[in-house]
């Protein structure tokens, strides 16, 4: 029996199904290649009826913040990309760092969400549906979630690890239309990054992964090239978030077996694959060497080390630092403080570490460490300009 006959209780369309969001609601959205397009684009249509929404996507493809959707929805997002970047900069969208992945952590930062929206496979005959080649923390979204609505594209594929949800679980299904389909927010790789990519991950593979690692490997331009340098390596291990393209050959040739790791032996285990292209995701279909588990899992510092040699491979980013008194709150931190540490980032070079002046003083002896004067800055939310200091290596 065909699952829309089988399920015509919970089958309605988009428009029906986010009827289910009301004012002040917390929404959660499918992140990056998760995204429901269609729900995304009924729900985006209720802007003028609805009021202080919180939507949590996380990689949106999605615009969200608009001046135009201000009053209807707010963003938050914990990973800002080119489709929402400058909304955050504009305080249309807040910017919401997750730095541990501990499942009860996360539940708590997430607390209680009314709908969250994501997209998945067709009901198998047992009433399973796969969130395809992208799990990422959907299944701990859905585990706090009052309702859940699903968008179903029969293209998805299924995995094993904890890359399903059960029928019984869902207020509503709706069908994917294929003509709202867009292209993930990654802009074309510059020749610069290019060359870049190749120098780095030519010295990362002969310098600092050997045969029998087991290797996690991030989003960014850099490191999701990583892959295509491992062609001489033996007897690899992938525990990661990210699933580059690549890595299916990889594992296709043996390249990639998982012989030494003490996570899962023999499977590749990670979040989500991304940027991988239909013919690799077909030979990942049901294929038992591959395991999707949610963040929560793959992101777990207290499983992580258990691999005795691991090898995490990231893009740099840019950090600012700041010293003072903080407010704490459960898991979070407040005050001035932490305000013009926020600040001291944001005006930080990729790659670059910043420092207030009292983080110079109460370190300026520390032995390896120099600070170069960066100057005065004048920084959003804060009163008086600041001084502050880029930390280098200290010349022997």
């Not at 292209?183 to 992964?209: F, G, K, Q, S």
């Not at 893009?315 to 001035?336: F, S």
Request: with cysteine.
């Amino acid at each position: 029996m065909d699952w829309r006959t089988r399920y015509a209780d919970k089958l309605v369309t988009a428009e029906e199904a986010v009827k289910a969001v009301n004012s002040g609601d917390q929404v959660y959205v499918g992140m990056f290649n998760s995204t429901p397009e269609t729900l995304a684009l009924a729900l985006l249509a209720r802007k003028d009826e609805l009021r202080d929404v919180t939507i949590q996507h996380h990689v949106s493809p999605f615009l969200w913040a608009t001046p135009e959707t201000a009053q209807a929805f707010k963003l938050t997002t914990s990973f800002t990309t080119p489709a929402d970047r400058q909304q955050v900069h504009a305080g249309l969208a807040d910017y919401l760092p997750i730095g541990n992945f501990r499942e009860s952590a996360v539940k708590e930062v997430f607390g209680q969400i009314d709908v969250t929206l994501v997209k998945t496979s067709p009901p198998n005959e047992n009433g399973y549906m796969s969130f395809g080649p992208a799990l990422w923390i959907n299944r701990t979204a859905c585990d706090v979630s009052k309702q859940i609505i699903c968008e179903v594209d029969e293209r998805l594929i299924r995995t094993y690890g904890e890359n399903f949800i059960h029928i019984s679980e869902v207020a509503h299904l709706i069908e994917h239309l294929a003509s709202d389909d867009r292209e993930a927010p990654i802009p074309p790789r510059t020749e610069e990054v290019v060359a870049a990519a190749e120098v780095i991950c030519t010295l990362i593979a002969a310098d600092l992964i050997n045969d029998g690692d087991t290797l996690q490997i991030g989003i960014g331009d850099v490191s999701a090239a990583m892959a295509v340098y491992l062609e001489d390596k033996h007897d690899l291990g992938l525990q990661t978030e990210l699933i580059p393209g690549g890595v299916v050959s990889l594992v296709e040739r043996g390249v990639i077996n998982g012989k030494y790791k003490e996570i899962a032996p023999g499977k590749v285990v990670g979040s989500a694959f991304a940027a991988v292209p239909p013919e690799e995701l077909a030979l990942v279909h049901e294929n038992p060497k591959f395991e999707l588990w949610d963040f929560c899992h793959t992101d777990d510092l207290r499983t992580l080390v258990r691999e005795t040699n691991f090898v995490a491979i990231n893009n740099a980013l840019h950090l600012g630092i700041n010293a003072g008194d903080v407010v704490r709150e459960g898991n979070n931190v407040h005050g001035g403080a932490v305000q013009l540490a926020a600040r001291v980032q944001g005006v930080a070079a990729p790659g670059e570490i910043l420092v207030s002046a009292t983080v110079r003083d109460l370190a300026r002896t520390s032995a390896g460490v120099a600070f170069e004067d960066r100057g005065e800055h004048e920084l959003k939310g804060i009163t008086e300009s600041q001084r502050l200091f880029a930390v280098r290596e200290q010349e022997t």
